[in-house]
């Protein structure tokens, strides 16, 4: 498969480089909102526990990032800013993919679930006690969501650069 010129740095620096620091500090605020003023944060607890919030990362980032960056990265592939990938060199993971935003986007959660959740708890398992300090879940939590956002974001920009809509929707 060979990418269009420019496509490789629009992935690598608006797809990957920009949404580390994104998520970062969305995860920062998020976690600080959420468990600020906690001591500690449980590591097992339903509702308000370090591995559920984390599994949950593995379904919510990507949902949200598919419903928020598919729309603009098909703007920008419609107005020249970015290339569209040709349907020869469309991979059949990415056909896969594909469909309606919405729909997209529960594909890229539930394989951010199949693929993250078992690791997610394993990590868990074997280095966290019954709880963590608040301060160094949050800075996990920010950590972990820059760091799967950066192969996350460019494969959901990948299968929007995909997309084969001719041209933009009439106003």
Partial sequence: MNLPPGAFRYLLIGQAIIPFFINI????????????????VATWAIDKGAAADSIGTCFFLPFI??????????HQVAHGAA???????TPHWARMMSGQVILRAAKFGVAGIVLLAGPVYAVYSLLAGDSIETVR????KALFAGVYGIFA???IAFVAMCDQSASPQPR
């Fill in 153 to 155: 974001t460019p494969l």
């Fill in 25 to 40: 500090a969305v995860n920062v605020i998020l976690g600080a909102l959420k468990f600020w003023g906690q001591e500690s």
């Fill in 83 to 89: 290339s569209r990938i040709p349907p020869t060199d």
């Fill in 137 to 140: 879940f949050i800075t996990i």
């Fill in 65 to 74: 990032t598919c419903l928020i960056a598919t729309p603009i990265v098909r």
